[in-house]
C-alpha cells in the first residue's frame, strides 16, 4: 500500500509541476503578439455567428473553439487572460488525461519518464498560453487515444466507453482540425480489432455515422474555405510534401521533417537523441503488440498523406496533437534502454536520460523564474500614452500593426500612420519616411520585424531616419521598440 501511494504521489508531482509551470506561462500575462493578435482581432470583433464565416487575415481556427473564446470575451472582458483561459484549461485537462494514458499505455517506468517529458517540455507549456487551439488539439488527441485504449481492454467493450467515444469524437472534429486523423487512427484499430464480432462493429458503424455527419457539417462550415486559401497555402508551401520529388532537396524532404519534429514540435533539443528512443521504443512495442504502435503509426501515415495532398501541413506547431503519443514511445524507448541495462551496464540508458532531460529542465526551471516573452509591445505604448504631447504623430511599422489595434482603445490611441509592407522594394519604406519628413515628434512603433535577405527591416528604417531627422528618444522591450524623432529639416 506504501508504495502504491508513493508512485501515486511521483505521479501527480510531475501532473502538479507540469501545471505550475503552465500556470506562470500563462500569469506572466505578456502581450499578444503578431499571430495572436490577428485571430484575437476577428474574435473581438465578429458576433457568434459571424464567426462561421471566413476569418480576416488568412486565419483559420475550428468553430467550437471560436464560440469558446467569443464567450470568454463577453462573459470575462476583452484582454488577454480571458483570450487564454481556454487553452490553459485544456492543457491541464491534457496533462491530467496523459498521466492515465501514459499509465495504461506503456511500462511503469516509461510512463513515468514520458509524463515527466509531458510535463516539462517546451512547446507544450508555451501554447498553453496561446490564443491559439494547439492545446485543445492535444487535449482531445490524448483524450480519444485514451478512450481506445480503454476500450480495447474490457472484454466485452463498454457500450459506456463505446458512446463516450463516439460524442467526444464527433464533438472534437468542431474543435480540433487534426483529431479527424486521431479519430480516423483509434477508429480504424478498433474495426480492426473486432474485425470479427458483429455487435462491436454495429457500435463503431454507428460512432462512424455520428463523425461523418460531424465532420461533414465541420466541412461545409470551415474547413473548405481553410484548405482552399491560397495564402495558407503559400505560408505552409515547404510542409507539403513534394511530389514528385524535383532536386536532391526533395528527396530530403521526409527524413529532415521526421528528424526535425523531435526537435519541434516535440520540444527535445537532443532530437537525435529523441530519434533514438523513438526507434528502441517502437521496436519494443511491436514485440509486445501493444496498440499504441499502430495509432500512433496510422495517425503520421494520415498526417503524411494529407500533406502530400496539400491539405494539411506536416510541419511546426500544426502538429502539437502528434507530441503526446511520440512522448509516449520514447519514454517507452528509455525505459527499454534501462531495463536492458539491468545486470551490465546501465550507462547508455543513463547517458540518454541525462540528455534528454538536462536542457528541457533547465529550459523550464528558467522559464518558471522568467516566464518565456515573444513581442511585449503593452510596455511601449504605456510609455508613449506618458510621453505623448499634443501634436505628436505615430507611425507603426506593418508587423505592429495587428498588435496595435487590439491595444489602441486601451491606450487612447485614436489616430495612426499605419506604414507599408515591401520587403521586395526598400523605396517604398523610403517614401513613407519621406511623407514624415518636417514633423517636430514622430513616434515610430516596430514589432514582428521581417527579418530576410540578409536585412533587417527595422535597422534599414532606422539608417534612413537617422538621415532624415534626430533621434529624441528610444525605447525598447522583448521583441519590440519605439522611438521619437524630429524629421523637421535642417
Not at 474485425?195 to 457539417?217: D, M, N, V, Y
Not at 489595434?405 to 489616430?415: D, L, N, Q, S, V
Amino acid at each position: 500500500m506504501t508504495g502504491l501511494l508513493s508512485k501515486s504521489a511521483l505521479y501527480w508531482g510531475l501532473v502538479i509541476i507540469g501545471g505550475s509551470l503552465r500556470l506562470a506561462q500563462y500569469l506572466a500575462n505578456r502581450s499578444l503578439w503578431f499571430d495572436e493578435a490577428l485571430l484575437s482581432l476577428n474574435i473581438v470583433r465578429r458576433s457568434l455567428s459571424d464567426l462561421m464565416l471566413p476569418l480576416d487575415d488568412n486565419q483559420g481556427a475550428p468553430i467550437g473553439f471560436l464560440m469558446i473564446e467569443k464567450l470568454a470575451v463577453l462573459s470575462l472582458g476583452t484582454n488577454e487572460y480571458a483570450l487564454r483561459l481556454f487553452p490553459l484549461l485544456s492543457s491541464i485537462v491534457a496533462l491530467v488525461l496523459f498521466c492515465k494514458l501514459a499509465k495504461a499505455s506503456i511500462s511503469e517506468r516509461g510512463a513515468f519518464i514520458a509524463l515527466g517529458l509531458f510535463a516539462i517540455v517546451d512547446p507544450l507549456i508555451y501554447y498553453a498560453s496561446e490564443v491559439k487551439q494547439y492545446s485543445i488539439d492535444v487535449m482531445f488527441a490524448v483524450a480519444s487515444v485514451l478512450l481506445c485504449l480503454t476500450i480495447q481492454k474490457r472484454d466485452p467493450p463498454s457500450v459506456t466507453l463505446l458512446a463516450a467515444y463516439g460524442l467526444i469524437g464527433g464533438a472534437a472534429l468542431w474543435f480540433s482540425h487534426p483529431a479527424l486523423f486521431v479519430l480516423g487512427s483509434t477508429g480504424t484499430c478498433l474495426v480492426w480489432l473486432y474485425r470479427k464480432e458483429w455487435r462491436p462493429l454495429q457500435w463503431l458503424a454507428g460512432i462512424l455515422t455520428i463523425w461523418l455527419s460531424s465532420f461533414a457539417l465541420v466541412y461545409y462550415a470551415n474547413l473548405r474555405h481553410l484548405t482552399s486559401n491560397s495564402g495558407l497555402l503559400a505560408y505552409w508551401q515547404s510542409a507539403f510534401i513534394p511530389l514528385p520529388p524535383k532536386s536532391f532537396a526533395d528527396l530530403l524532404w521526409f527524413p529532415a521533417h521526421v528528424l526535425g519534429i523531435f526537435s519541434f514540435p516535440v520540444g527535445l533539443p537532443q532530437y537525435g537523441v529523441g530519434l533514438l528512443a523513438f526507434t528502441v521504443g517502437a521496436i519494443a512495442l511491436y514485440r509486445e503488440k501493444n496498440a499504441l504502435l499502430p495509432i500512433t503509426g496510422l495517425m503520421i501515415g494520415l498526417v503524411l498523406l494529407a500533406s502530400a495532398l496539400h491539405k494539411y501541413p506536416f510541419g511546426g506547431r500544426l502538429l502539437l496533437f502528434l507530441v503526446p503519443c511520440l512522448i509516449l514511445m520514447v519514454g517507452e524507448g528509455v525505459s527499454e534502454m534501462l531495463r536492458h541495462g539491468n545486470g551490465r551496464t546501465m550507462v547508455p540508458g543513463v547517458v540518454v536520460v541525462t540528455l534528454l532531460f538536462f536542457q528541457p529542465v533547465c529550459d523550464a526551471v528558467g522559464k518558471l523564474v522568467s516566464p518565456r516573452k515573444h513581442e511585449e509591445i503593452r510596455p511601449l505604448l504605456s510609455y508613449y500614452q506618458a510621453m505623448r504631447q499634443d501634436g505628436d504623430l505615430l507611425y507603426r511599422y506593418d508587423g505592429a500593426g495587428p498588435a496595435l489595434e487590439f491595444y489602441a482603445r486601451e491606450y487612447g490611441i485614436r489616430e495612426y500612420i499605419s506604414g507599408v509592407t515591401s520587403p521586395q522594394d526598400l523605396s517604398r519604406y523610403i517614401d513613407d519616411v519621406n511623407a514624415l519628413r518636417g514633423q517636430p515628434r514622430v513616434w515610430l512603433l516596430f514589432s514582428h520585424v521581417i527579418q530576410q535577405y540578409g536585412l533587417d527591416e527595422e535597422k534599414f528604417f532606422l539608417s534612413v531616419l537617422n538621415r532624415a531627422g534626430h533621434r529624441l528618444d528610444a525605447r525598447t522591450a522583448f521583441g519590440a521598440s519605439l522611438y521619437l524623432y524630429d524629421l523637421r529639416k535642417d
